[in-house]
């Protein structure tokens, strides 16, 4: 296969299953170096889930999707408050047209995902409807800072990103947004301020034609939200796409985003993909050379991003998105902690005694490119795959209820990622950490 080739194919959604489903396979043989894999442990975690399901919403069908809009979802004094709703109710009242509310939330979504890596178990964000923490509190800053247009050029229109304000974003400005001090230390909080910069740059350069730069100029400068444009201009039919072009727009438009220092292919910079030497003995998968087998590309960031999108794609933009399953489940550190505190995965004993070293109360740490987070969000992402099954069969194929659309994205939203965080601090009580801690330079979950 060509250098080319190789490149694309690490940059698909297909290869994120088939590399994940290759280590899987080496697991089910006890052939994983960094964990012991108990297989008959996968249907009490699914039960979990269900019980989750069914205490929260019911059935599945009420169960909404897996996206950033969950954050903006809030129970305040015993009502339910949805403030991305709240904000489209009243632009549509001013005014406002549909595709511009769309495009306004697509603004906020896109900066609020790349600046959604964990902040830590000390950091929490003061606002006048609570304090705070992790992604919730991650996502209300945005808001705030969005609002009162912090990533905006123009004055006239504060609810909006574009590229002219985040290319000229300080660390300052969004280190003062999310109320950073040294008693309230962030993770990675400068280079989240760098990714918003080489958003800016990404949407006037490389992508350019995916966000409205190619002709962008000062009273209309690029913005995420233009991706509308683009994919309406591309549709197979009046307002229908693929999820393949939607994922076109964000791994290919937002390529640049990522750090340099990244795994490079061919001199290609990949984004979250990674070496696994789990992988490094096969000889028959589909991608060349030895060096680009090792490789397991996850594009988590890319894959919230799009989760994130589609639903403002669909219920704002009104869009038909067909093939949706591509998408995997986020190999992040809720999901995967809950396989390791429920015992489906154990970290062994030399990989926990060397994560020690660097960790804190009793919780092993390690890097991103670690070879133990490698391996363990490649399971990760089929272990959500089985879970997904086993609860679509309890759910819907023994009770009669339909299959919702999206559904795995409905497993995330109200099964596993729930249930690692309540795992979690039923566990850790003093930190809610996860059982394994992945040391975050704020472009990384």
Same mark, same amino acid.
Request: glycine content about 10%; some cysteine; hydrophobic content about 40%.
């Given at each position: 296969m060509a250098a ?5 194919? /690490?940059k698909?959604?297909q290869a ?5 489903q290759?280590i899987?396979?080496?697991a089910t043989?006890?052939?994983?170096q960094?964990?012991?894999f ?6 009490s ?5 269900v019980?989750l399901?069914?205490?929260d919403?019911?059935?599945?069908d009420?169960? !909404? ?10 129970a305040?004094d ?7 709703? =709240?904000h ?6 001013s005014?406002v047209?549909?595709w511009?509310?769309a495009?306004?939330?697509i $603004?906020?979504?896109v900066v609020?995902v /790349?600046i ?9 964000y003061?606002?006048s *409807?609570?304090?705070?923490e992790?992604? =919730? ?6 808001l705030?800072m969005?609002?009162?247009?912090v990533f905006s050029s123009s ?7 574009d590229? *002219?304000?985040l290319?000229a974003?300080?660390d ?6 999310f109320q950073?001090?040294?008693?309230n230390?962030?993770?990675?909080g400068e280079?989240?301020a760098?990714?918003?910069?080489s958003l800016g ?13 190619? @002709?962008?100029?000062?009273s209309?400068p690029?913005?995420p939200?233009?991706? /509308?444009?683009?994919?309406?201009k ?7 796409v693929s999820i393949d072009?939607?994922?076109q727009v ?10 340099a220092?990244? &795994?490079? *292919?061919d001199?290609?910079s990949?984004? $979250? %993909?990674w070496p696994?030497? &789990?992988?490094? %003995? ?6 060349g ?5 090792q490789?397991? !590309?996850?594009?988590?960031l890319s894959?919230?991003?799009?989760w ?8 704002l933009?009104g869009f038909?998105v ?5 998408l995997?489940?986020l190999?992040e550190?809720?999901?995967g902690? /809950?396989f390791?505190?429920?015992g489906v ?6 990989? @926990?005694q060397?994560?020690l070293?660097k960790?804190?109360?009793g919780?092993p740490?390690?890097?991103g ?5 490698v391996?363990w969000?490649?399971?990760?992402? %089929?272990?959500?795959?089985?879970v ?6 309890k759910c ?5 209820c ?6 795995l ?8 990622w ?5 795992m ?8 809610k950490?996860p059982?394994i801690n992945i040391i975050?330079d704020?472009t990384?979950?």
């Open positions: 080319t080739n190789n490149v694309k194919y /690490l698909s959604l994120v299953r088939e590399r994940s290759a899987y396979e080496r043989k006890g052939e994983l960094h964990f012991d108990d297989q008959s442990k996968i249907e975690v699914a039960d979990y889930v019980s399901v069914e205490r919403y019911g059935t599945i009420k169960v !909404p999707t897996h996206g950033r809009w969950r954050s903006y979802c809030l305040i015993g009502s339910k408050r949805d403030l991305v709703s =709240e489209v109710a009243k632009w549509k009242a005014g047209s549909d511009e509310c495009q306004r939330v $603004d906020l979504f609020s /790349l959604d890596a964990g902040a830590g178990s000390k950091w929490r003061t606002d *409807l609570g304090v705070f992790r992604t =919730e509190g991650l996502g209300i800053a945005a705030r969005f609002e009162n247009g004055p006239n229109y504060p609810f909006q990103a590229a *002219l304000a290319m974003l300080t300052e400005t969004l280190l003062q947004g950073v001090s040294e008693e230390p962030l993770l990675g280079n989240r760098e990714l918003l910069r740059r990404a949407m006037s350069g490389d992508g350019a034609a995916y966000f409205g730069g190619e @002709c962008a100029c000062a209309r690029a913005r939200g233009f991706m /509308l444009d683009y994919l309406a591309n549709a197979v039919e009046p307002k229908t072009s939607v994922w964000i791994v290919d438009g937002l390529a640049s985003v990522w750090p220092s990244r &795994t490079q *292919l001199g290609v990949l984004g $979250d %993909v696994c030497s &789990t992988l490094a %003995v096969l000889q028959d998968d589909a991608s050379d030895v060096s680009a087998k490789l397991v !590309p996850f594009h988590k894959q919230w991003l799009t994130s999108v589609l639903e403002v794609i669909v219920k933009g038909n067909t093939g949706i399953e591509r995997t489940g190999p550190y809720r999901n902690g /809950l390791v505190d429920m995965l154990t970290l062994k004993d030399a990989d @926990c060397r994560g070293v960790g804190s109360g919780v740490h390690f890097d490119f670690d070879p133990v987070i391996e969000r490649a399971m990760t992402v %089929v272990l959500l795959d089985k997904a099954e086993i609860v679509r069969q819907c194929d023994a009770t009669g339909p299959v919702p659309d999206m559904f994205s409905r497993v995330l939203e109200a099964g596993t729930k249930a690692g965080r309540e979690a601090a039923r566990l850790r009580p003093d930190t950490d059982p975050s704020g990384l979950f």
